[in-house]
């Protein structure tokens, strides 16, 4: 069992629902995501995904747009997340993952970015722009460096490819709540309950949702159809509004310690 699988089902037998904050890594610079890091692992947080910034970011909104600007501006690079994740892991034993587009990892080599990758303390990689029809080389080298390849699904994905897609998958299901960007939303628009029970005849494997997520509330209500929450825009957005790690930092931990307080409120119900 991976890291990333092994996390997320010792918290389904204690009663427990995961939570997965986002940051953009190199946002505003690479040692305040260290920073940041390490705090949201103090307010409870149970893995960590770090955005790569990309000039292109086709799955993303306005919020996180924005912010993979700020970090390419400030000079971040693949090398010097990789470096920050070692720093990260210096005090912080949660599994990290890498969401990134597939032209940076290509660019970067496969085989050489999955082993750089995997000795610098990542467990997992989200390719949101990578069809399952075409992640077998990237799979393979992910195996091979002990990398959970961790596929998307939205409520939009047919049956037929639910099952192909789940077939093989390891770490954790990233169920996308809505068929659009990221970002912040009132309301989901979505019936989550059937597409996380859809998904759920396909795999065993826990379901994480992702994509709207704004705050404890809407997290509470989300996570009791899944196994984990996903919360990226919300957290992005405060730390673009303070751009200075000193005050975001301390606001972000507020914010999660709050999302991590209301889940643990949570009735548990071992999901169907």
């Not at 470096?83 to 034993?93: G, L, P, Q, T, Y």
């Not at 639910?162 to 077939?167: C, M, P, Q, S, V």
């Not at 005050?247 to 209301?262: N, Y």
Request: glycine residues 10%; hydrophobic residues 40%.
């Amino acid at each position: 069992m991976s890291k990333i699988t092994e996390c997320l089902e010792n918290m389904r037998r204690t009663g427990k629902k995961g939570l997965i904050p986002f940051i953009t890594a190199g946002d505003p610079d690479l040692a305040g995501t260290v920073e940041i890091a390490k705090r949201l692992a103090f307010a409870g947080a149970d893995l960590v995904e770090l955005g790569i910034p990309f000039s292109d970011p086709v799955a993303d909104g306005p919020v996180i747009q924005q912010a993979s600007g700020r970090a390419l501006k400030s000079g971040t690079t693949l090398q010097g997340i990789l470096e920050a994740v070692r720093e990260i892991k210096k005090d912080c034993s949660m599994p990290l993952i890498l969401m990134g587009y597939y032209n940076q990892i290509y660019k970067y080599g496969l085989r050489r970015f999955t082993c750089d990758a995997a000795k610098a303390g990542v467990s997992g990689l989200i390719v949101p722009d990578l069809p399952h029809e075409e992640c077998g080389p990237l799979r393979e080298e992910a195996i091979l460096a002990g990398l959970d390849l961790i596929p998307l699904v939205a409520p939009t994905t047919t049956n037929p490819r639910l099952e192909k897609i789940t077939a093989g998958a390891c770490g954790f299901i990233y169920c996308v709540s809505v068929t659009g960007v990221t970002g912040t939303r009132e309301q989901m628009g979505t019936d989550l309950e059937n597409f996380t029970g859809r998904v759920r005849r396909y795999t065993s494997l826990p379901l994480a949702v992702g994509f709207g997520i704004a705050g404890p509330e809407q997290a509470a209500q989300t996570a009791k159809l899944c196994d984990a929450v996903v919360v990226g825009s919300a957290i992005v957005k405060i730390i673009a509004e303070y751009n200075d790690v000193s005050s975001a930092g301390p606001a972000v931990e507020k914010l999660v310690s709050q999302i991590r307080g209301t889940l643990d409120g949570l009735q548990y119900t071992r999901p169907k």
